[in-house]
Nanobody
């Protein structure tokens, strides 16, 4: 009923920037949360950032605070993750997800997921 498609990943040098997009289709929620997670090989999936769709309330993992910015488009059917000052340790598969809950920082808080987009940061 809800589909999410990520885009914008790629290869970038350390210190560079990327903007990830998450397009949402299907059922439209008036109130929900969009989150970004990432997972590197051999590592657990970790929370990156989230935004309350109606209120615009934002949360960030300590590891990305000050470097990443989560936002929503004017039409409110697309979310974005602006990533600046990228580091090699940011290399991972980045996935967006949505939940009808008003807050979520764990994978189990979310019930709809995209397929992910790869981000690779070289040095």
């Amino acid at each position: 009923q809800v589909q999410l498609v990520e885009s914008g990943g790629g290869l970038v040098q350390a210190g560079g920037s990327l903007r990830l997009s998450c397009a949402v289709s299907g059922r439209t929620f008036t109130t929900y949360t969009m989150g970004w997670f990432r997972q590197a090989p051999g590592k657990e999936r970790e929370f990156v950032a989230s935004i309350s769709w109606s209120g615009g309330r934002r949360y960030y993992a300590d590891s990305v605070k000050g470097r990443f910015t989560i936002s929503r488009g004017n039409a409110k059917n697309t979310g974005y993750l602006q990533m600046n000052s990228l580091k090699p340790e940011d290399t991972a598969l980045y996935s967006c997800a949505v939940t009808s809950s008003v807050y979520g920082t764990e994978p189990y808080d979310y019930n709809y997921w995209g397929q992910g987009t790869q981000v690779t940061v070289s040095s």
